[in-house]
């Protein structure tokens, strides 16, 4: 039971990271080319990243020609 709360949690930390980094960097590039942030957009675009992620997750395999 407490290996399954440490898992979760562990989980969720890492999805906390990678979403502050995203929308971090996207912070970073509409501050740079002076034009406004959402945070709605910053997350949409993280979510993309991470459905993009998951579709074409390599698993290690044999790379095909």
Known sequence: MIDLLIAVLGLIVEIVISWAVIVGIIKLI????????????????????????WVFHNSGG???D
Do not use: D, K, Q
Not at 30 to 53: E, H, K, N, Q, Y
């Open 30 to 53: 509409t501050m740079c080319l002076s034009i406004g942030f959402s945070l709605p957009v910053a997350t949409g675009i993280w979510l993309i990243l991470c459905l993009l992620r």
């Open 62 to 64: 044999a790379a095909h």
